[in-house]
């Protein structure tokens, strides 16, 4: 084993999983492990992380491969991705793996932030457990979300009024404008029957920036008078177009949210969908066409009198500063 001490710890230089150090305070002094001085220092450094959901026992040994590093024995491995949450955490590399010292408790492993190292996918990135402290290791659910390191990263979001929509030539829904009796508020909207499947488009130009992954969707709807069942189902679906491509090509799959609503001229906001899959494999300065669709066909879908669209909000993540 190689003495270090703190002034020793750098990113080249950093206690592996199996070194320690010793720390002297107040006159007392105790082996410090790497886990324990990664968790004084607020960061914890690991080697490798996982893509996908793994079998600890035989993904964590000697010599295996994970995101393209070949793992050592010793070495530190956040494992984010499982399948079953509870196994999440920070693990060291062995003939048996298991959680590092120092980050056995849950109470440990809740609100740590992790920089990974090494790897194809994960190199130089950071991550932070979002789980908050109180629950029981390998029974309560851990969680790891990206951390962005520069402002202009991350999740965004744009809105697409229904004015800016194009109703589809064939089943598309009638544009109105409605205004409020007392204070004669005006709102445009597009009216979805409750019946015919109606379609309107949007063709969305990315920003570079765009990480050119899964989009999600909320929408934003009113409806008239009825007296019951008030139930609709919207659904949202896209395909990338590159230079010189055709633009008369089938949509990716759909994603759709559900909601409910009770009272006439009320402003409704639905839950936010599952990850859409844009079609067509999208590529820097890909054009995207948007389809937004009620789905009267769906089992929740039982408002009898149509449903007026405000419009919808798009969520995306950049993974640039600049475009």
Same mark, same amino acid.
């Given at each position: ?9 750098? /990113? ?30 607020? !960061? ?5 992380? #996982?893509?996908? %959901? !793994?079998? !600890? ?11 393209? &590093? ?28 298991? $959680? ?6 849950? %109470? ?106 899964? !989009?999600?969707?909320?929408? $934003? ?10 139930? &609709? /189902? ?9 230079? %010189? ?14 909601? #409910?609503?009770? #009272? ?60």
């Amino acid at each position: 084993m190689v003495d270090k001490t703190i002034g020793d710890l750098t /990113a080249a230089t950093a206690l592996t999983g199996a070194e320690s150090m010793e720390v002297e305070q107040g006159g007392n002094s105790r082996e410090t492990t790497a886990a324990e001085v990664a968790r004084l220092s607020g !960061i914890v450094r690991v080697r490798a992380a #996982t893509t996908a %959901n !793994i079998t !600890i026992s035989t993904a964590l040994n000697n010599a295996d491969s994970l995101d393209g &590093v070949t793992l050592a024995t010793g070495d530190l491995v956040l494992v984010k991705d499982q399948s079953t949450t509870n196994q999440n955490g920070i693990y060291e590399v062995g003939a048996s793996p298991a $959680r590092v010292a120092g980050f056995t408790a849950y %109470n440990q492993i809740a609100g740590v932030v992790v920089q990974v190292m090494e790897g194809t996918v994960n190199a130089d990135r950071m991550y932070m457990c979002t789980s908050n402290q109180g629950g029981t290791i390998d029974s309560t659910a851990l969680a790891f979300s990206r951390i962005y390191t520069d402002a202009a990263f991350g999740r965004r979001h744009f809105p697409i009024k229904a004015g800016d929509f194009v109703p589809r030539i064939t089943n598309g829904p009638a544009f109105g404008i409605i205004e409020m009796a007392t204070n004669k508020n005006n709102y445009e909207y597009l009216a979805f029957d409750a019946t015919t499947q109606e379609f309107a488009d949007y063709l969305w130009f990315p920003p570079p920036s765009w990480d050119l992954g899964t !989009i999600t969707f909320k929408a $934003r709807w009113f409806h008239p008078s009825t007296t019951t069942n008030f139930g &609709v /189902a919207w659904q949202l679906a896209g395909i990338a177009m590159s230079d %010189n491509e055709t633009m008369d090509v089938a949509l990716g799959t759909v994603q759709t949210v559900t909601d #409910t609503g009770g #009272t006439t001229s009320r402003h409704y906001v639905t839950s936010e969908s599952s990850a859409i899959t844009v079609g067509g494999t999208p590529a820097a300065g890909d054009a995207v066409l948007l389809r937004v669709a009620r789905v009267p066909a769906n089992g929740s879908d039982t408002m009898a009198v149509d449903a007026y669209l405000h419009g919808i909000d798009v969520f995306y993540t950049e993974n640039a500063v600049t475009d």
